[in-house]
């Protein structure tokens, strides 16, 4: 069962590193892989969905570039033997009153061999 280190990083109740694994593991290792692309590290450039798409993700051509983002990001995840996408799931849902969309989708735990639902709210952009 894949480790990590728990984002944000803290400690556990005994005053080790706070870890997660199993499900909340991939969970967090999907919302990192998805979070904004800005970065000054040399060898992660261009990686996640950038603060561009997250904040303009009402249009159907911000969309596209986003479903195209977490294919790519799924690709990765699958040399990894880590996840694999079910693209045809990718799922939009607009929340008005929030000024919220929430994107879904459903993917393959690899280790675990078990199909899971991840979804996450994004802001709705202008």
Do not use: C
């Not at 870890?19 to 450039?45: C, E, K, P, W, Y």
């Not at 996840?83 to 009153?97: G, M, N, Q, V």
Request: net charge negative; aromatic share 8%.
């Amino acid at each position: 069962m894949a480790t990590g280190l728990k984002i944000p990083v803290g400690v556990n109740n005994r005053g080790g590193t706070a870890m997660v694994s199993g499900d909340d593991h991939a969970t967090q290792a999907i919302r990192t892989a998805l979070l904004d692309n800005s970065s000054t590290h040399a060898f992660q450039q261009d990686e996640g969905l950038g603060s561009d798409m997250i904040f303009d993700n009402m249009s159907v051509g911000s969309r596209a570039r986003i479903t195209f983002r977490i294919n790519s990001i799924f690709r990765a995840f699958e040399a990894l033997e880590l996840f694999k996408l079910k693209s045809d799931t990718i799922k939009w849902t607009e929340i008005p009153e929030e000024q919220e969309l929430e994107l879904e989708f459903k993917y393959i735990n690899l280790e675990s061999d078990e199909e899971k639902t991840f979804n996450q709210r994004l802001l709705a952009g202008g």
